[in-house]
C-alpha cells in the first residue's frame, strides 16, 4: 500500500472508526431504511427468485451490448435525439461544455447523476463560469456544504438536521428551525426558480430500454421530472452498462431498485424519456442529448470473471450492510463510487495499483453479496482484485513473507517451533505491548492477544495415542 | 466411519481444547478419528492476500495428504470454507483439480457435520449459562451454515440461547484484514461485542475460534464481563 490514495484511506478510515457520533449517525438512518427494506422485500412472492430473474436480464444485456445499445440509440435518434458516444470521462465533459459554449447556456440545473461525478462535470463547468445547480435535496446540501457524495443514494446521511440547518444558515441565509419540512421549503423555494431560468437540465438515467428507445429515471423529489422538462435542453448522463432489452424488464427493476436502494416499494416519480419535444407537443425540452460513457466499463466488460459488476444498477444495498462502510464513513474512500461495489469497480475505472486498498479494505464477510438484487459476487471480486494486483506487481516483502509461510507450514515442526518460542516470549510482551516497539502493535493497539497454551492439539494427540 | 479430523493451524497452536472436544465428541457418537500430522495450515492466509501461487503450495498438501480420507470434518467454517468452495477455484484448470473437487465434497464443518450428515443433535451436555451465538461469516455465507450450531445449543441443558441483534454481522477479523487496517476491524468488533453484551449472556459462543479471538481480545482489553467459547466446547460440558 504504497500510494497516496491509500494511506489517505488508510488514514481517513481510521480515523473515522473510531468517531462514535458518526457512528450513531449512521446506524439511525440506516436503522430506518433496513425496517422498510425488510418490509417491502416481504411482499415479493420470492425476492430471491427476483434476484435470480433480474442477474438473468442483466447478465443478456451485459453481454449482448452491442446489439442493444445500438437498438436503444437508432430509436431515440429516429425522434430526434443526439446521441454521443463518450470513450472517456474528457471526451463526456467535453460534449456537455462545447454544447453550452455552442447554445450560449447560462444556467444549468441537475438532478442526481453519479455518472456526472464520475465524469467530474460540475467543477469542469463552474470552472468555465457556468452557474451549475444540484436539484436532489441530498445532492444540494452536499454542494451547499462543498463536498462529494457521502453515499451513492443518500448523498447527505453523514448530516443531522441540526448540522444541515446550519449549513442553510450559512451559505443561504436562511432563518429556520431544523424540521425537515422548513427545510427544504427553503430549498424549494430557490430551486423553483431555478427550474424557470435554467437553460439547460442535466439528468442521470438509471435504465435504458432497447426495444422501445428510452432511458427510465427513477426519483423521490420530482426535481429529475422538472430537471428534465422545464430547461429548452436536456442532456442525459448513462453508463453503457445501463441499457435493458425491454421495456417489460422495467416492471422488475423498477420496484427491485426502489426497494433494495431506498427501501420502497416503489419510488415516487418514474419518468421515462423517449426524445424531445415533437412538433405537435406543447412541453417538454426542444432538445435532448444522451451521452453514453464507456470510461473503461469495455476494460471491465472484456474481463469474464469480473463482467458481471456491470450488472450493478447503482442501489447501494450493498453500502448499507457494509460493516467497512458503516465505520469507514463514505468520504473516506475518496471515490466516486464508494462501498463494496465502489471497492470491486473503481480498480477497474481508475487503476489496479492505486485503487488495490479498497479490496484489501474488506474481511470478505461477504454481506454485499447476500444483499445484491442482481446477484453481483462482490466479495470474490474483491478477492479477483488481489490475485490480479498481486500478479501484476507483488508486494516485495509480502512475497518473501508468503514465501517462508509455504516453507513453515511444509514442516509442522518448524512451525511449531516458532509458536514455542512465542509462548516462551509471551510473559515478556506485557512490557511492550501496544507500544511502538510492539512487533504485534497492529493487534495489540486495540486488543489483547490470546495466551498460548503450555501443548499444541497435535501435542495432546500424540500424548493420547 | 473413519472420519479425518482436520484441525485449523488456530485451533491447533492457541485453542487446543476445542479440537480435543471434537475428538471427543465424535468418539463419543462411536466413529473413529484421525488426525493428519503432515498438515498445519489450509492456505487461506496466501489466498486472501492475494498470492496464489503460494497458497496453491501450502493447499497441495492438504490436497493430496487427505486423498484416502473417507471423510473430512473441519472445525471452523472459515477454513470449511477455503476447502470446500475455494480450493476448487483455486486448482481450477490445474492438474490437481479433480482432487480438489473430490476433496471439497467430503468436506464439512463440524456443526454441519453433527446435524446435516450424522443426524444428530443432542450430545447429552450440560451448560447452566446463558449463551448467544455468534455466526462467523464463512460458515454463514460462504457453506449456509446458520440452524445447525442452534440446534446443537438447544439441546444442552441448563442453557438459555439468546440471539443477539448483531449476530450476524462480521466480527472484523477477516484475517489479515485485522492487521492491514486494525482500526476498521476493531471498530467492527466493538459492533459485535456491545450486541453481546446487551443480551446479558454469560458465554459468546461460536464454531470459530478465529472471530473468538478476535472478540475476547477486545473483550479482555475493554473488561467486558462476558467470556467467548467454542461450540464444540460446549457440547462436551458436563
Not at chain 1, 452491442?66 to 436503444?72: A, N
Not at chain 1, 429515471?217 to 448513462?238: Q, Y
Amino acid at each position: 500500500m504504497s500510494t497516496g490514495y491509500a494511506k489517505e484511506f488508510k488514514e481517513n478510515s481510521g480515523r473515522m472508526s473510531q468517531d462514535l457520533t458518526h457512528r450513531a449517525v449512521i446506524k439511525k438512518a440506516l436503522n430506518a431504511y433496513e425496517v422498510k427494506r425488510d418490509e417491502n422485500r416481504s411482499k415479493y412472492l420470492d425476492w430471491q427468485e427476483a434476484r435470480q430473474a433480474a442477474a438473468e436480464i442483466k447478465w443478456e444485456a451485459v453481454n449482448h451490448l452491442d446489439r442493444y445499445l445500438l437498438e436503444m440509440t437508432e430509436k431515440l435518434e429516429a425522434r430526434g435525439t443526439k446521441v454521443f458516444w463518450a470513450s472517456n470521462a474528457e471526451e463526456a465533459r467535453n460534449y456537455v461544455i462545447n454544447l453550452s459554449q455552442e447554445k450560449k447556456v447560462q444556467s444549468i440545473i441537475k438532478s442526481k447523476t453519479m455518472t456526472s461525478e464520475e465524469i467530474h462535470l460540475n467543477s469542469a463547468l463552474e470552472k468555465l463560469g457556468y452557474d451549475v445547480i444540484e436539484s436532489d435535496l441530498g445532492e444540494y446540501i452536499v454542494q451547499l456544504n462543498e463536498e462529494a457524495p457521502y453515499h451513492l443514494v443518500f448523498p447527505a446521511m453523514h448530516l443531522t438536521r441540526g448540522q444541515i440547518k446550519e449549513i442553510f444558515k450559512k451559505k443561504l441565509g436562511s432563518n429556520t428551525s431544523d424540521q425537515p419540512e422548513e427545510l427544504t421549503m427553503v430549498a424549494r423555494d430557490i430551486m423553483r426558480q431555478k427550474y424557470l431560468t435554467a437553460d439547460m437540465g442535466i439528468s442521470g438515467a438509471n435504465f435504458g430500454v432497447a426495444e422501445t428507445g428510452m432511458i427510465s429515471i427513477t426519483e423521490n423529489e420530482g426535481n429529475a421530472r422538472l430537471t428534465t422538462s422545464f430547461p429548452k435542453i436536456h442532456v442525459a448522463l448513462m453508463g453503457i452498462e445501463k441499457v435493458l432489452p425491454k421495456l417489460g424488464d422495467l416492471a422488475l427493476f423498477l420496484p427491485l431498485l426502489a426497494t433494495a436502494g431506498g427501501g420502497q416499494q416503489i419510488t415516487c416519480y418514474n419518468t421515462m424519456i423517449g426524445g424531445p419535444r415533437l412538433n405537435d407537443e406543447v412541453d417538454g425540452p426542444e432538445e435532448f442529448h444522451l451521452v453514453l460513457i464507456d470510461n473503461r466499463r469495455t476494460e471491465l466488460l472484456s474481463d469474464a470473471e469480473q463482467r458481471d459488476a456491470l450488472h450493478c444498477i447503482r442501489c447501494a444495498a450493498c453500502l448499507n450492510v457494509c460493516p467497512i462502510f458503516k465505520s469507514s464513513g463514505g468520504h473516506s474512500y475518496g471515490t466516486t463510487y464508494q462501498g463494496p461495489i465502489g471497492s470491486v469497480i473503481t480498480p477497474h475505472l481508475r487503476g489496479l495499483q492505486d485503487w488495490k486498498h479498497l479490496s484489501l479494505a474488506s474481511s470478505l464477510c461477504a454481506s454485499c453479496t447476500d444483499v445484491c438484487p442482481v446477484k453481483i459476487d462482490i466479495h470474490h471480486h474483491l478477492l479477483h482484485n488481489r490475485r490480479n494486483a498481486v500478479s501484476q506487481s507483488p508486494v516485495w516483502w509480502e512475497k518473501i513473507a508468503f514465501i517462508g509461510f509455504t516453507f513453515a507450514t511444509a514442516i509442522p515442526a518448524l512451525f511449531q517451533l516458532s509458536i514455542k518460542i512465542a509462548r516462551l516470549l509471551q510473559p515478556l510482551h506485557g512490557l511492550i505491548k501496544g507500544s511502538l516497539i510492539d512487533p504485534a502493535r497492529a493487534w495489540t493497539q486495540t486488543r489483547d492477544l490470546p495466551e498460548i497454551p503450555a501443548k499444541s492439539f497435535r501435542q495432546q494427540w500424540k500424548e493420547r495415542k | 466411519m473413519k472420519i479425518h479430523l482436520y484441525v485449523p493451524c488456530f485451533v491447533d497452536q492457541l485453542f487446543p481444547k476445542a479440537g480435543m472436544a471434537m475428538v471427543q465428541i465424535l468418539e463419543k457418537l462411536g466413529h473413529t478419528v484421525e488426525f493428519e500430522e503432515s498438515i498445519s495450515c489450509c492456505g487461506q492466509p496466501a489466498f486472501n492476500s492475494g498470492y496464489w501461487d503460494e497458497a496453491r503450495k501450502v493447499a497441495t498438501r492438504t490436497v493430496e495428504a487427505l486423498e484416502s480420507a473417507e471423510v473430512v470434518v473441519i472445525g471452523s467454517g472459515s477454513c470449511g470454507a477455503m476447502l470446500h468452495k475455494f480450493y476448487p477455484e483455486l486448482f481450477k484448470e490445474t492438474a490437481l483439480s479433480e482432487k480438489a473437487n473430490a476433496l471439497a465434497a467430503k468436506t464439512f464443518e463440524f456443526s454441519d457435520f453433527l446435524v446435516r450428515k450424522l443426524g444428530v443433535t443432542d450430545l447429552g451436555a450440560k451448560f447452566p449459562h446463558k449463551v448467544t451465538y455468534h455466526d462467523g461469516c464463512h460458515g454463514l455465507r460462504e457453506l449456509g451454515i446458520k440452524n445447525q450450531p442452534r440446534q446443537l445449543l438447544s439441546h444442552v441443558q441448563g442453557i438459555t440461547l439468546v440471539e443477539m441483534k448483531e449476530a450476524e454481522s462480521c466480527c472484523g477479523f477477516g484475517g489479515t484484514f485485522s492487521a492491514k487496517f486494525p482500526l476498521i476491524s476493531s471498530a467492527m468488533g466493538d459492533v459485535k461485542c456491545s450486541s453481546a453484551v446487551e443480551t446479558e449472556a454469560d458465554y459468546i459462543v461460536s464454531s470459530d475460534s478465529s472471530c473468538l479471538m478476535q472478540i475476547q481480545g477486545l473483550l479482555t482489553r475493554q473488561q467486558k464481563p462476558i467470556k467467548t467459547i467454542h461450540l464444540a466446547e460446549v457440547l462436551v460440558s458436563q
